[in-house]
T-cell receptor, first 114, second 112 residues
Framework: ETGVTQSPTHLIKTRGQQVTLRCSSQ?????VSWYQQALGQGPQFIFQ???????GRGNFPPRFSGLQFPNYSSELNVNALELDDSALYLC?????????????FGAGSRLTVL | KQEVTQIPAALSVPEGENLVLNCSFT??????LQWFRQDPGKGLTSLLL?????REQTSGRLNASLDKSSGRSTLYIAASQPGDSATYLC???????????FGAGTRLAVHP
């Protein structure tokens, strides 16, 4: 299978709730990165997983956490949702974690927090 | 702290025009620079990747240049078409892992 798929495409939550977003990486890609894109802004790096371990993190609090599984799938979990968490969440996969390879992005999951 | 700025924020041009999108960054110690396209409500499509040792890359009607010393990159689009309408994002890779630092993008509209 080619490409990166994300689910759900849209969801609405209320403040204080928890959310899990899912990503299926391109086959053979052992690295996944997650980005948050607020409306009208460029994406912001949340963290990266390589071989099921977090190996890089941006300026996001611990209530943003992730998992990566051996079958090229991964999750982004956000606890205690805040209004400012409303954004498009993008997953990107790559062949490795070196930064030398092009990232393949999914279409994103749009989260609205009310 | 690396910052990426894109100018203009929005651009509207008639079909057929050649145009230039600008990207500037504050720290010249970059690993590579990438240009992406984003259609409304969609993910990112990689257009061009320029390694730090390169000066430019070309793909079809697109040409991207990189001048590390001045902290600038340009994306040149030749003979623009309505299908080119999208947001174009510039991103810098500064470290040894996949942490891209993005600009806010240039929203391009090409009208017939």
């Amino acid at each position: 299978e080619t490409g990166v798929t994300q689910s759900p495409t849209h969801l609405i939550k209320t403040r204080g709730q928890q959310v899990t977003l899912r990503c299926s990486s391109q086959s053979g890609h052992n690295t996944v990165s997650w980005y948050q894109q607020a409306l009208g802004q460029g994406p912001q790096f949340i963290f990266q997983y390589y071989r099921e371990e977090e190996n890089g993190r941006g300026n996001f609090p611990p209530r943003f956490s992730g998992l990566q599984f051996p079958n090229y799938s991964s999750e982004l979990n956000v606890n205690a949702l805040e209004l400012d968490d409303s954004a498009l969440y993008l997953c990107a996969s790559s062949l490795d974690s070196s930064g030398a390879n092009v990232l393949t992005f999914g279409a994103g999951s749009r989260l609205t927090v009310l | 702290k690396q910052e990426v700025t894109q100018i203009p924020a929005a651009l509207s041009v008639p079909e057929g025009e050649n145009l230039v999108l600008n990207c500037s960054f504050t720290d010249s110690a970059i690993y590579n620079l990438q240009w992406f396209r984003q259609d409304p409500g969609k993910g990112l499509t990689s257009l061009l990747l320029i390694q730090s040792s390169q000066r430019e890359q070309t793909s079809g009607r697109l040409n991207a240049s990189l001048d590390k010393s001045s902290g600038r990159s340009t994306l040149y689009i030749a003979a623009s078409q309505p299908g080119d309408s999208a947001t174009y994002l510039c991103a810098i890779l500064t470290g040894g892992y996949n942490k891209l630092i993005f600009g806010a993008g240039t929203r391009l509209a090409v009208h017939p």
